[in-house]
């Protein structure tokens, strides 16, 4: 059911079209296309699989930390972490209400 494509960084389908310069919901990664953005594609990989978050310190970053994208981040890193088995459907809900 996912017509979402998956982010080069975290993983899960996030992202309309490849390249454009969209902002994953999830992660915060800007996906230019090239991994070029301020944030280096394996550092934001690291720091995202460590507090669910491309930028170096949790809570850092423009994105906002309301209560359904912490929904959204706990339930990726659970599933990232081998403890929630991935379920598209429920994936895109949490990433519809963030
Ligand atoms: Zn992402």
Redesign the pocket.
């Known amino acids: 059911m996912s017509d979402l494509i998956a982010?080069?960084?975290?993983?899960?389908p996030?992202?309309r079209t490849l390249g454009a310069y969209e902002t994953?919901?999830?992660?915060?990664?800007q996906?230019d296309g090239e991994g070029g953005g301020p944030v280096p594609l394996a550092t934001a990989r690291r720091n995202?699989q460590t507090h669910g978050s491309?930028h170096g310190a949790p809570g850092a970053g423009p994105a906002r930390r309301d209560y359904a994208r912490e929904e959204l981040v706990d339930y990726a890193l659970a599933v990232r972490r081998g403890g929630t088995r991935f379920d598209p459907a429920q994936f895109r809900r949490l990433l519809d209400a963030a």
């Open positions: 982010c080069p960084c975290c993983g899960f996030t992202l994953c919901k999830l992660c915060d990664w996906d995202f491309i």
